[in-house]
């Protein structure tokens, strides 16, 4: 059964950071370039950051360059996005995908308030 389970969301500062997993099973994960997305409320899902098979390629959203890091660890089957610097207009649920087999995980939650 394929699964993408994303991971560590919640309630931040603005300023602060979160680190988001998102772990795959049920697929070849290392097979697979994976990409972040996000949604706010009443906003159609935009592309946040994507990442090669191998880690090597990643590419990011202008509204996230240097301050969001993607990254993969294909032995543990899972990609990470550290957020730092966060902003109130990060705000959003954040899904991963797999590109190559066009999976979607169920979203984790993000907010920035104070």
């Not at 049920?26 to 370039?33: L, M, R």
């Not at 949604?39 to 946040?48: D, I, L, M, N, Y």
């Not at 098979?53 to 993607?70: E, L, P």
């Not at 730092?84 to 990060?90: F, R």
Request: charged share 20%; with cysteine; proline share 3%.
């Amino acid at each position: 059964q394929v699964q993408l389970v994303e991971s560590g969301g919640g309630l931040v500062q603005p300023g602060g950071s979160l680190r988001l997993s998102c772990a795959a099973s049920g697929f070849t994960f290392s097979n697979s370039a994976m990409r972040w997305y996000r949604q706010a409320p009443e906003k159609e899902r935009e592309f946040v950051a994507t990442i090669s098979t191998a880690g090597g390629y990643t590419n990011y959203a202008d509204s996230v360059k240097g301050r969001f890091t993607i990254s993969r660890d294909n032995d543990k089957n899972t990609m990470y996005l550290q957020m730092n610097s966060l902003k109130p207009e990060d705000t959003a649920v954040y899904y991963c995908y797999a590109d190559r087999y066009n999976y979607w995980g169920q979203g984790t939650q993000v907010t920035v308030s104070s």
